[in-house]
């Protein structure tokens, strides 16, 4: 049996991340058949745990314990879940992977990208995704939107405007070193449009049945 495909959704808070995510779960599931959608950090009970944990603003954290804690939570999710739905030959769509603690983390925080790396290639076993769709928008519209869902917001959705610029950067940074994997579709488009530029970045990966 052929191996399943691992694409995962990148982007900034505000970004459309979450209505991509459930458009690509529907349209590829009628095309490859066995898809699974799943989000970082969390997936699996111990992650969905240490999620809690490091989102909550009332729980003090430095960098470091903040870019461990997203490591453990992805190492379990690995472990547990992404591992053997891949080797079933399932696809799984995810809402965020690594390059999250390395746009968050290694440039966010400045803690450095190799550094974060680093961690998360010890976490991963060296799993990387097939393909990456990084949803760009303006840090400033992403955080507009993000407010507008009328939720309070997480440990991280209360850093300054800079943050979130570093953040942007980073990405930006990642998608340039990557071009193969990392494809960069605009956010600031309608849904509809969104999901049909996300689905023409990954045609490439489909059966040829399904193309």
């Keep these: ?17 979450t209505t991509l995510a459930s458009g690509l ?20 009970v111990a992650s969905e745990r240490m999620r809690d944990l490091v989102k909550d603003p009332a729980v003090e954290l430095c960098d470091r314990a903040e870019a461990l804690l997203y490591a ?20 799984v769509v995810l809402d965020r992977f690594v390059d ?25 076993v060296g799993l990387e995704a097939d393909r990456t769709l990084l949803l760009r928008v303006d840090p400033a519209l992403g955080r507009a939107r993000a407010a507008e ?3 309070a ?7 300054d405007e800079e943050f979130f610029e570093r953040i942007a950067a980073g990405y930006d940074a990642l998608a340039r070193a990557e071009r193969v994997r990392v494809r960069v579709i605009d956010a600031g488009e309608r849904p509809d449009r969104v999901l049909e530029l ?9 059966p040829a049945s399904a193309r």
């Design 1 to 17: 049996m052929p191996r399943g495909r691992l694409i995962t959704i990148e982007g900034i808070d505000g970004s459309g991340k």
């Design 25 to 44: 779960l529907e349209a590829l599931r009628a095309r490859v058949g066995e898809v699974e959608l799943l989000r970082e950090p969390g997936g699996v």
């Design 72 to 91: 453990a939570a992805r190492a379990q999710l690995v472990s547990e879940r992404l591992v053997p739905l891949l080797e079933a030959g399932t696809w």
């Design 100 to 124: 999250s603690s390395l746009a968050y983390q290694g440039a966010g925080r400045a803690l450095g990208i190799e550094a974060v790396r680093a961690i998360n290639l010890f976490a991963t």
């Design 149 to 151: 869902r009328g939720e």
């Design 153 to 159: 917001p997480d440990r991280l959705e209360l850093e």
């Design 198 to 206: 996300a689905l023409a970045a990954l045609v490439d990966l489909m």
